[in-house]
């Protein structure tokens, strides 16, 4: 059974095919070959040349490991959202008060 179509926005696909073209470029300034990078990733030549591609079928997972097989992985994850910090900050209330008590318990 095919995997669902998946509906790829214009800015994803351009995202997915310029971290392709950085995993090659970092490949071939390491002088390695599909062939062992795909080997150390445990994946196929195929497989390697759809990431290069920046190929959005391709899971996630084997993106990972050829970053890995290519000592790059560290820091991937590291996403700055600072919006998201910015938005929780504003969103904290301006005093909080202690559950269970009320102004008049307090008098």
Do not use: C, W
């Amino acid at each position: 059974m095919p995997a669902p179509s998946l509906n790829i926005s214009p800015a994803v696909k351009r995202e997915l095919r310029t971290l392709g073209a950085r995993i090659k470029r970092a490949r071939l300034l390491r002088r390695l070959p599909m062939e062992l990078v795909a080997e150390r990733a445990g994946t196929s030549r195929a497989t390697l040349y759809r990431i290069e591609r920046g190929d959005p079928n391709v899971r996630i997972g084997a993106y990972m490991l050829v970053l890995q097989a290519l000592g790059l992985l560290k820091g991937f994850g590291d996403v700055e959202d600072a919006l998201g910090d910015l938005l929780s900050i504003e969103q904290l209330p301006k005093r909080a008060r202690s559950r269970g008590h009320s102004a008049r318990a307090m008098t």
